[in-house]
T-cell receptor, first 115, second 115 residues
Framework: DADVTQTPRNRITKTGKRIMLECSQTKGHDRMYWYRQDPGLGLRLIYYSFDVKDINKGEISDGYSVSRQAQAKFSLSLESAIPNQTALYFC??????????????FGPGTRLLVL | AQSVTQLGSHVSVSEGALVLLRCNYSSSVPPYLFWYVQYPNQGLQLLLKYTTGATLVKGINGFEAEFKKSETSFHLTKPSAHMSDAAEYFCAVSGFSGGYNKLIFGAGTRLAVHP
């Protein structure tokens, strides 16, 4: 079984709808991240969380919100979806105990299309 | 501030030929450098990373990269391409600041391997 899972894998929604993307991990990591990937732009950080009570904005947080329900679960919400939020979304995790060797591990991604 | 530039959004090689994917970085602190690979319809997978020590880093699937501080480069190479190497490759730089390894990704290079 995959260590980092994302649901749904694909989603089509309409402008103005609220949508939630979910991420779960079995790696036991304390840190979790949400990125979006756009062609030609690489990955950009939306939000990150160091533990259940520590949530921080990334470089492109406008229009998004997150919830860390448990150490293993981190959800991303689009309160009112717009077409330019069409992208591939990735969840990632990392282990603070690795210190300088800390590496991020990625889920398979959620492909979102906003019409 | 840190940044990554990947030269060439698309690279095409013949099976058995040398693979060279270029990455240059900018960092105001000693950098940690990563290469990730994304196979079709999958998440990102760590290929290799440089933190400190030996400047030639060996990764999975026969890939390696050399950290050259004087050239601010971290190019990825593989002596002989396989068809299975066709994927998108991302270079990333991080500095251990703010308590974690914040990753800044390049725009990615899509590698095509033809018979």
């Amino acid at each position: 079984d995959a260590d980092v899972t994302q649901t749904p894998r694909n989603r089509i929604t309409k402008t103005g709808k609220r949508i939630m993307l979910e991420c779960s991990q079995t790696k036991g990591h304390d840190r979790m991240y949400w990125y979006r990937q756009d062609p030609g732009l690489g990955l950009r950080l939306i939000y990150y969380s160091f533990d259940v009570k520590d949530i921080n904005k990334g470089e492109i947080s406008d229009g998004y919100s997150v919830s860390r329900q448990a150490q293993a679960k981190f959800s991303l919400s689009l309160e009112s979806a717009i077409p330019n939020q069409t992208a591939l979304y990735f969840c990632a995790t990392s282990d603070a105990r690795q210190g300088a060797l800390e590496t991020q591990y990625f889920g398979p991604g959620t492909r979102l299309l906003v019409l | 501030a840190q940044s990554v530039t990947q030269l060439g959004s698309h690279v095409s090689v013949s099976e058995g030929a040398l693979v060279l994917l270029r990455c240059n970085y900018s960092s105001s602190v000693p950098p940690y450098l990563f290469w990730y690979v994304q196979y079709p319809n999958q998440g990102l997978q760590l290929l290799l990373k440089y933190t400190t020590g030996a400047t030639l880093v060996k990764g999975i699937n026969g890939f390696e990269a050399e950290f050259k501080k004087s050239e601010t480069s971290f190019h990825l190479t593989k002596p002989s391409a396989h068809m299975s190497d066709a994927a998108e490759y991302f270079c990333a730089v991080s500095g251990f600041s703010g308590g974690y390894n914040k990753l800044i990704f390049g725009a990615g290079t899509r590698l095509a391997v033809h018979p």
